[in-house]
């Protein structure tokens, strides 16, 4: 079959997302499926060109067999089969259609029974299951990405789903306001803006898509120190084959061609804090850890949003650090957190030996035999499948071989902890399209308080997506601290700004 050499992270965040899938069934499922890509007249639209962009990218990182057919022949195709081989060079390119996706608006007869069809208007996207929509020709590049998001996240669920709830015909508003004149104001005259994106993995590849295409002018900086490894490309709709092995923020700003010019960071956050003073005028959070996030609103920027996925879902959030929820209170411990040598050693299922696991994992050492025994005799595990773990840390056991799928059998893995959860591709890439979003709309003076964006990609659009969010009741946050809410409004709102 023609999938991918990454696909192992892609059974991974599949069988998470769905309990008691294995790699047979997972790859006979695979096998059955033929994807359809029918291009209306109007795919060939600025919007339609940035739909097919990011829906090629995400697709053709998972499903082995892609067919592509256009109303008429204007290279839309040759792009898109050409893309498509570029992050799956195995990737078959013939064959009939099990389930099509349409873009824009089309007079070819239907390929299969299940038809997805996709379009948008600006910052509108909509997605239907009964009649074809049409593409505009803006430059927002917003309602076209969450489409091309949203058509994933129907091909999916009707893929892999026993009883799958499509979208019959839904529309996302991405700029969710009720002044019209907003729609069409990020190009005349240009909006300015001086961005800083935190992270560039699935969530920042996936904003730096969209920001790469916005017309806006100013500057983002892209500050992310890691390479791209194998298996970030099931996921990272920037990377293609040929990426493994570079830097992450470099292979994001070669898409930056237009107004925003971008500037790769290679520090990691901590430094790159150290380096700027901790003076952050608009600040965009893609990272994995909840510390790291901490610490980007403990620099205190004078804007914030933060974008995250985790087992179930989506958010994006947006922060007033005075008056409403800041970061830090999104990420207050609610309860005692288990340790992380208990939780270690429970899924091990050695939970007697947790004195040892925590001294290992103190040291970062590897797992001694008598361990690798242990837990192969405790989780009827054949040892032969722990054995490459001997001289990796114990950590990696933990990480690679039970939340990853390499020593568990997928079927078996469960929800894992959120700081190892594997989301699926669109899940990111919604998430960091509407982080993207988040700044626009920001410097277009629209939600200016603290609000949550929140989605499950395995269900329909919820009707009210988004909610105000107050700050944490305890009176606990750094935004409640009299200290941090002084030195905030000292750099940005107090009588010193512009002195
Ligand atoms: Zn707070």
Not at 276 to 287: D, F, K, P, S
Not at 296 to 302: E, I, M
Not at 475 to 494: E, N
Request: with cysteine; hydrophobic share 40%; aromatic share 6%.
């Amino acid at each position: 079959m023609a999938i991918p050499d990454y696909f192992a992270r892609n059974a991974v965040a599949i069988a998470q997302a769905l309990s008691g899938l294995d790699d047979q069934r997972l790859t006979a499922m695979l096998g059955e499926v033929r994807v359809g890509i029918t291009f209306g007249k109007d795919a060939e639209s600025k919007e339609g060109c940035a739909l097919t962009d990011l829906l090629v990218r995400l697709i053709a990182r998972l499903y082995p067999t892609l067919i592509f057919r256009a109303d008429s022949e204007n290279g839309i195709v040759d792009r898109s089969r050409e893309l498509a081989r570029r992050i799956n060079p195995n990737v078959e390119l013939s064959g009939d259609p099990t389930v099509e996706v349409v873009v824009g608006s089309t007079a070819l007869p239907p390929w299969s029974a299940q038809r997805i069809f996709a379009g948008s208007n600006g910052w509108i996207a909509a997605i239907s299951t009964s009649a074809p929509q049409p593409c505009a020709d803006t430059n927002i590049p917003f309602g076209s990405g969450v489409a091309a998001c949203l058509a994933a996240a129907n091909l999916f669920r009707y893929v892999f789903l026993p009883e799958p709830r499509l979208d019959a015909n839904a529309t996302f508003d991405v700029l969710n306001s009720t002044n019209e004149e907003h729609r069409s104001a990020i190009a005349f005259p240009p909006l300015s803006t001086d961005l800083v994106l935190a992270g560039c993995g699935a969530i920042g590849n996936a904003a730096a898509w969209a920001l790469a295409r916005t017309p806006v002018k100013g500057t983002l900086t892209i500050v992310d120190h890691q390479t791209i490894d194998l298996g970030n490309i099931q996921r990272y709709v920037l990377a293609e084959r040929a990426d493994e092995g570079s830097s992450k923020p470099l292979v994001a700003s070669r898409y930056f061609t237009n107004s925003l010019r971008a500037i790769p960071n290679e520090s990691d956050f901590a430094t790159f804090l150290e380096i700027t003073n901790h003076r952050i005028e608009r600040l965009l959070l893609a990272l994995d850890s909840a510390r790291d996030r901490r610490a980007g609103q403990a620099s205190l920027p004078k804007w914030v949003a933060n974008a995250w996925t985790q087992p179930g879902d989506l958010g994006v959030s947006t922060h007033d650090f005075l008056n409403g929820a800041c970061v830090c209170c999104l990420y207050l411990p609610e309860h005692a957190v288990m340790n992380e040598d208990a939780t270690i050693a429970e899924a091990f299922g050695v939970p007697e030996r947790i004195m040892q696991i925590r001294l290992l994992l103190h040291r970062n050492d590897s797992a001694p035999r008598d361990l690798l025994e242990a837990i192969s005799t405790a989780q009827d595990i054949p040892l032969e499948r722990l054995l490459p773990f001997e001289g990796h840390s114990l950590r990696d056991l933990y990480v690679d071989g039970f939340c990853g799928g390499a020593a568990l059998p997928l079927s078996r893995m469960g929800t894992p902890r959120t700081e190892v959860h594997v989301p699926l591709a669109h899940q990111s890439a919604l998430a960091g399209i509407l982080l993207a979003a988040a700044a626009v709309r920001h410097e277009l003076g629209i939600g200016n308080g603290s609000q949550v964006t929140q989605l499950d990609v395995l269900k329909p659009l919820p009707s009210v997506p988004s909610h105000p969010v107050a700050k944490d009741p305890r009176g606990i946050c750094i935004c409640q601290d009299s200290d941090y809410r002084d030195v905030y409004t000292r750099k940005f709102a107090g009588p010193l700004l512009g002195t």
